[in-house]
T-cell receptor, first 114, second 111 residues
Framework: AQSVTQLDSQVPVFEEAPVELRCNYS??????LFWYVQYPNQGLQLLLK??????LVKGINGFEAEFNKSQTSFHLRKPSVHISDTAEYFC????????????FGQGTRLTINP | SQTIHQWPATLVQPVGSPLSLECTVE??????LYWYRQAAGRGLQLLFY??????ISSEVPQNLSASRPQDRQFILSSKKLLLSDSGFYLC??????????FGPGTRLLVL
């Protein structure tokens, strides 16, 4: 079975500072990896995904993530955050075969302070 | 691209009452459909998924059931709600892009 650990439940950052949200996963088979963002009282919006190829993937809103197979990590980064980035961020994995059920981490609440 | 609708957006129900939440998808055909629940302060848990009409797989034993009467319709139901059924219910759709896209969600409060 797969599992996802998001190491920080809350991350406070000042506006225009860089941020990294950490995600580690566990799986005995190959996986796809995703980051989703959830704004208050809304559904989940896809930020970016890793399916194959280049280990550095770029997403929407200036976010990027790097897949590191040896460290089983998929950390999310942004060089300069804005107030509008305040939200809950979820890392998720799914195995490549079958119905592709997503397994989510517990989420990281990113708070941007002016 | 696909659009996912969920109805209703918010629901307050007494304990013991029935439940029906609807998810409909536009812009795609033969999608995989999923129901997730997000309890307060917690991550998302997969409840059910469906790979086709009438095909339902349950992930966790619970008070809920799901049905897929049409290709792009997915319904979450309960005969008698429990307090523990409160949460934010999200429907998701996966097409050929190996990616799940989520609807706006239904917030359920059981009192």
């Amino acid at each position: 079975a797969q599992s996802v650990t998001q190491l920080d439940s809350q991350v406070p950052v000042f506006e225009e500072a860089p941020v990294e949200l950490r995600c580690n996963y566990s799986s005995s088979v190959s996986v796809y990896l995703f980051w989703y963002v959830q704004y208050p009282n809304q559904g989940l919006q896809l930020l970016l995904k890793y399916l194959s190829g280049s280990t550095l993937v770029k997403g929407i809103n200036g976010f990027e993530a790097e897949f590191n197979k040896s460290q089983t990590s998929f950390h999310l980064r942004k060089p300069s955050v804005h107030i509008s980035d305040t939200a809950e961020y979820f890392c998720a994995v799914t195995i490549i075969q079958g119905a592709q059920k997503l397994v989510f981490g517990q989420g990281t609440r990113l708070t941007i302070n002016p | 691209s696909q659009t996912i609708h969920q109805w209703p957006a918010t629901l307050v129900q007494p304990v013991g009452s029935p439940l029906s939440l609807e998810c409909t998808v536009e812009g795609t055909s033969n999608p995989n459909l999923y129901w997730y629940r997000q309890a307060a302060g917690r991550g998302l848990q997969l409840l059910f998924y469906s790979v086709g009409i009438g095909q339902i797989s349950s992930e966790v034993p619970q008070n809920l059931s799901a049905s897929r009467p049409q290709d792009r319709q997915f319904i979450l139901s309960s005969k008698k709600l429990l307090l523990s059924d409160s949460g934010f219910y999200l429907c998701a759709c996966r097409t050929s892009e190996e990616t799940q896209y989520f609807g706006p969600g239904t917030r359920l409060l059981v009192l």
